[in-house]
């Protein structure tokens, strides 16, 4: 029986709405899921009500040089080339300054896909890896294999890139970090070298502007000398921390982001923009000719329709959404929000230290940390303890904090998420930890003591403390 409109609104309302997801509360600050201003929801029903689609010119008449104006505007924040350069690349039907996509995953398939395609580009009688596949392409350049490196911090979505790019999940190369969750340039080095010897072809590397757990951004300057060095296509996966570039205060912490061959940016994090839009740009804007795709009644050749160069096929005008949000948001206030959100990130990183039943983890250097429970008695136990007893006591404060973070989920006045680091402080032992992402303008430093403060409430409830009363007792009985 098909239903009335007001009864699936009913439905609706009683329950999806009702069960959904706070994300715009001030105290939901455990993912990059944040609140929306309220200007993108009359907004949004304009551009679903149009339904263009941005696969081809004939149903986005409008919305196509709409979306190349934006990809023109977060080029010129990264890559700041002059007014000719603009003037002769931004609406050209041959080359792309970048392409937009569904976020920050297909943004990362689309840059490793376009460096692999010109890593192993037509030469003599090969006609391209695009063309031919993988088997022939390295049998073409014989190589055994081919390879793309980021740090152990990288996001899932490149291990998925390797993995469709038929190089493999082994065929992303994890490289060692520092006690600051950026990537060791000298482990990357020989990690270089290693796979040269084993006759594997590198011919990417990814710098990390903002890491999904931790916020920390990789040496770029140094990466963009080490590409240079070793003829790899540079990217830089800048889905989270991209947009720090609009804070005068802070953009130097992504000093080198401008030598990236290729830059992700998500819009639907940092910009303030619905789920749905992430974007990659590209330096030189012949690099996406690479992937370009045709058929008979789209996209063909010479059009400027925008599907023969993106992964995706029919895609919504989320560009519309970006453009109103840098023009009414504006470069000054991108800049207050991610002043204030470094800032408040700093103050709780004060606040967790001077606080005796927690402990700071990663100091933050955008707008995310992470911390964990650790009371008082088991602050002089770590500082006295070795080997097996620190282990354990480790191990116990794993399962506290996993506690503690999945009460507070249920309790559902607060949202810290959690996850697990091998920090240097405990000799790379799996360390499960609170993780605090600061993006919403409302999150109050007062909301923040009171999220410590619930977190403090469960523990005593759960008697938590009791378990660590009791390894004391058993270490001291030794
Ligand atoms: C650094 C980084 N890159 C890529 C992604 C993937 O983005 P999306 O979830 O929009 O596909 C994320 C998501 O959190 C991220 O943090």
Not at 307 to 323: I, K, N
Not at 453 to 467: M, V
Request: net charge neutral.
């Amino acid at each position: 029986m098909p239903l009335f409109v007001s009864e699936q609104t009913q439905f609706l309302l009683d329950k999806v709405v009702s069960q959904s997801v706070h994300t715009a509360s001030p105290s939901f600050i455990g993912h990059m899921t944040s609140a929306l201003p309220y200007f993108m929801i009359p907004l949004s029903k304009i551009m679903i009500a149009l339904n263009q689609n941005m696969v081809k010119t004939e149903t986005s008449k409008a919305f196509t040089p709409l979306e190349r104006q934006v990809l023109g505007m977060l080029h010129r924040l990264v890559y700041n080339q002059d007014e000719g350069f603009y003037g002769r690349w931004l609406h050209d039907a041959h080359q792309h300054l970048g392409a937009f996509c569904s976020g920050g995953t297909v943004a990362n398939i689309t840059a490793l896909w376009a460096a692999r395609n010109r890593a192993f580009a037509a030469v003599d009688d090969f006609k391209g890896i695009g063309r031919e596949g993988v088997f022939a392409a390295f049998k073409h350049y014989q190589c055994e294999g081919a390879a793309v490196l980021v740090s152990e911090r990288g996001h899932y979505s490149l291990s998925k890139a390797a993995d469709v790019l038929g190089i493999g999940r082994n065929g992303l190369v994890a490289v060692e970090t520092d006690g600051r969750n950026r990537i060791r340039p000298e482990a990357l080095q020989s990690k270089l070298a290693q796979l040269r010897s084993k006759g594997i072809r590198p011919f990417g590397l990814v710098g990390i502007a903002g890491t999904t757990e931790t916020g920390h951004i990789d040496p770029l300057d140094t990466l963009a000398d080490i590409a240079a060095e070793q003829q790899l296509h540079f990217h830089v996966d800048a889905a989270w921390g991209g947009p720090t570039l609009f804070s005068e205060r802070y953009r130097d912490r992504l000093q080198g982001i401008e030598r990236a061959d290729s830059v992700t940016l998500d819009a639907h994090k940092q910009l303030y923009v619905p789920m749905g839009a992430g974007l990659v740009l590209f330096k030189d804007p012949a690099t996406l000719s690479s992937i370009e795709h045709h058929a008979q009644y789209i996209i063909r050749k010479g059009s400027k329709d925008l599907g023969s160069h993106t992964l995706e096929g029919s895609r919504p005008g989320m560009a519309m959404l970006v453009h109103s949000a840098l023009q009414i948001i504006g470069r000054r206030g991108y800049q207050l929000l991610i002043d204030q959100g470094i800032e408040k990130a700093t103050a709780f990183a004060e606040m967790i230290r001077a606080d005796q039943q927690f402990e700071l983890i990663t100091e933050p250097e955008l707008n995310i940390l992470t911390y964990r429970w650790r009371p008082k008695a088991a602050r002089s136990l770590l500082e006295g303890a070795a080997g097996e007893a620190r282990f354990r006591l480790n191990e116990l404060l794993n399962r506290c904090t996993r506690y503690i973070q999945k009460a507070q989920r249920e309790h559902g006045r607060a949202f810290v998420s959690r996850t697990r680091l091998t920090p240097e402080c405990y000799q790379g032992q799996a360390t499960l930890v609170f993780r605090v992402v600061l993006a919403n303008p409302l999150t109050t430093l007062a909301v923040l003591q009171d999220i410590l403060q619930e977190q403090c409430q469960i523990a005593t409830e759960a008697a938590l403390a009791d378990c660590i009363d009791e390894i004391r007792l058993l270490t001291d009985n030794r």
